[in-house]
């Protein structure tokens, strides 16, 4: 059975090196949640460590710090300045980096709840228009973009 689904040397350590490739190419996409790409990071190192190589949490914990995506690195410097590398698990530092980003979410969440509130009534600005009294139809009024469907998508609030 062990030879059956394990293999010999030569493939095991074949499997062992497309894994250590995978390993070091791993990198966090922007976009991507700290729960997906922690996932992906566990999946290859216990398929390493299944496979017979030494994976100390101390590797792992440095590989995920070194290739988050450029929005946390100020919280990657004070991690590394706050704690103990070589004494953190890859479970706290997965509950801190969790934290950290669902603050980002609620915060990019108000800025946007705030453009779309203050881009909803906007001055109609076609061509030809002037500051003054002109050629056209006169002034245009202010009017709410909320009531107005998409020719595309037929969504509300754009044109």
């Known amino acids: 059975m062990k030879r ?11 499997q062992l090196q497309t894994l250590r490739r995978d390993f070091e190419i791993l990198e966090m996409k922007s976009g991507e949640s ?4 922690f996932s ?7 398929d390493m460590r299944n496979a017979g190589e030494d994976m100390p949490d101390v590797k792992i914990v440095e590989k995920i710090l070194c290739t988050l995506t450029e929005k946390f690195n100020y919280i990657v410097c004070s ?8 004494q953190l698990s890859v479970d706290e530092l997965q509950s801190s980096l969790l934290v950290h980003e669902q603050k980002f979410r609620k ?5 946007q709840a705030l453009k779309v509130t ?11 228009y002037t500051r003054g009294r002109g050629r056209g139809r006169g002034g245009r009024q202010p009017y709410n973009k909320a009531n107005i469907e ?7 609030g754009h044109f």
Not at 34 to 37: K, L, Q, T, V, W
Not at 40 to 46: E, F, P, R, S
Not at 107 to 111: R, W
């Open 40 to 46: 992906k990071v566990m999946l290859v190192a216990n």
């Open 79 to 86: 991690i590394e300045e706050s704690k103990d590398i070589d």
């Open 34 to 37: 700290i729960n997906e790409y």
């Open 118 to 128: 203050s881009g909803e009534i906007i001055e109609g600005r076609g061509r030809g």
């Open 4 to 14: 059956k689904y394990q293999g010999n040397k030569r493939v095991q350590r074949a």
């Open 150 to 156: 998409c020719f595309k998508c037929h969504k509300f």
């Open 107 to 111: 915060v990019n969440g108000e800025e």
